[in-house]
């Protein structure tokens, strides 16, 4: 039972990311209701930054919403809120996105949830410790009416520090598969830290690896620190 309430923290803060946009049935010659397709996973710090990856989003930063349809940030039971792209961090594979609500009740709502957010890891990492994360694998495809995440439980590899181009970066033992991408992990000794956000696997053409890589907390940091300024 307490790993259960443990689990909910983390997966009462994650949230899809994607686009809303209307199809042209050419049966019916005619558009069909608006549908979303999820692109990835963010989710909310207490500070009150919504995060995700860059590569999650960079696609459509640049083209009109004509194209590519309306920016839009998942709730539970099919609510969705119109985002925009804040700040990109392309470096980092990093991205915060400012989360519009749908109402006044609903910016209640938004409130609460930043307030159940999550909050940043201050310390170093060890090989071996237990992780876990949440998100939506294969975006649209497994998204239920809830739009419930699913839950995954790891080990840190090993932390792997790139002086060139000034980059941390945590590896992670174990499988991931898209739409996994901007998905929160944490320690399962504290489920309310981050410790990093899922990011591209080193095999992430062939659909699933066996190791994948995660973006430092540091950099989260930095990113929060500066939406924060």
């Not at 969705?80 to 989360?99: E, G, M, Q, W």
């Not at 739009?147 to 439980?153: L, V």
């Not at 932390?159 to 929160?184: F, L």
């Not at 950099?219 to 939406?227: G, K, P, V």
Request: hydrophobic fraction near 40%.
């Amino acid at each position: 039972m307490e790993n259960d309430k443990n689990n909910k923290i983390l997966l009462d803060a994650v949230r899809t990311v994607g686009i809303i946009k209307p199809r042209f049935n050419t049966i019916a010659k005619g558009f069909d209701p608006p549908q979303l397709e999820v692109f990835g996973t963010g989710f909310w710090l207490t500070s009150g930054s919504f995060v995700t990856c860059a590569h999650v989003v960079e696609s459509i930063a640049n083209l009109p919403i004509e194209i590519v349809g309306m920016l839009v940030v998942g709730g539970n039971e099919k609510v969705y809120r119109k985002a925009t792209i804040s700040i990109i961090d392309s470096l980092h594979d990093l991205a915060v996105l400012t989360v519009e609500p749908n109402s006044e009740e609903d910016r209640k709502s938004i409130e609460g949830e930043i307030g159940n957010g999550l909050s940043l890891y201050n310390q170093s990492l060890s090989v071996g410790q237990k992780i876990a994360y949440a998100g939506f694998p294969l975006g649209s495809q497994l998204l239920n009416e809830k739009h419930s995440p699913s839950y995954a439980e790891w080990v840190i590899g090993s932390e792997v520090i790139d002086s060139r181009a000034g980059s941390k970066t945590i590896q992670i033992s174990g499988p991931v598969i898209g739409g996994y991408s901007g998905a929160p992990i944490v320690l399962r000794s504290d489920y309310k830290k981050v410790i990093g956000i899922v990011s591209r696997s080193p095999s992430e053409e062939a659909g699933q690896a066996s190791i994948f890589q995660g973006i430092h907390w540091k950099h989260i940091r930095e990113l929060d620190e500066l939406t924060q300024s």
